[in-house]
């Protein structure tokens, strides 16, 4: 039973609760409200796939967590796709091609460190081996649909 199987994945539910935990926590406390209102702004002028770059480095520099970076994400601009009536699976392909794979570029974070210490890489730059990481964001891009209004009725 050492090897693998429910005992071994046991940390990574926890991890998975705490974040969600933390989202919860910062939502009952209001404490998002003045970061959504920015956010939703930071998307209303630079577009949402931005703001999901912008908040995705931002969490996973701050948390040190992909799990957290992918629940803020869907914390913080899930109401901005409610308002444009874009449907919840935009949002999760966004969250796909950003949160999940910009992590790996903050070198303290655990999606980083853990791979890099992995591969005897140090901690220190996540650059040579991580960096393809990058690709998805940068070549997909934004999954927006094209003309697409904001909540101002500007076209986006």
Partial sequence: MAG?????????????????????????????????GRVGRMSERYGLFAAHTAVS????????????????????????????????????????NGAVNLAGLVPWAIAASVPLATMGGGTGNPAPGLLP??????????????GEKGRNGNKL
């Fill in 4 to 36: 693998g199987g429910l005992i071994s994945m046991v940390s990574v539910c926890v991890i998975v609760i705490l974040s969600c935990a933390y989202s919860g926590m910062f939502d009952g406390t209001g404490l998002l409200a003045p970061v959504t």
């Fill in 133 to 146: 990481l990058s690709a998805p964001p940068v070549l997909l891009g934004p999954v927006l649909p094209q």
């Fill in 57 to 96: 480095l931002g969490s996973s520099a701050l948390f040190c967590n992909q799990t957290v970076a992918i629940v803020m994400n869907a914390q913080l601009l899930g109401e901005e796709y409610r308002w444009r009536g874009l449907e919840p699976m935009v949002l999760a392909e966004n969250i796909g």
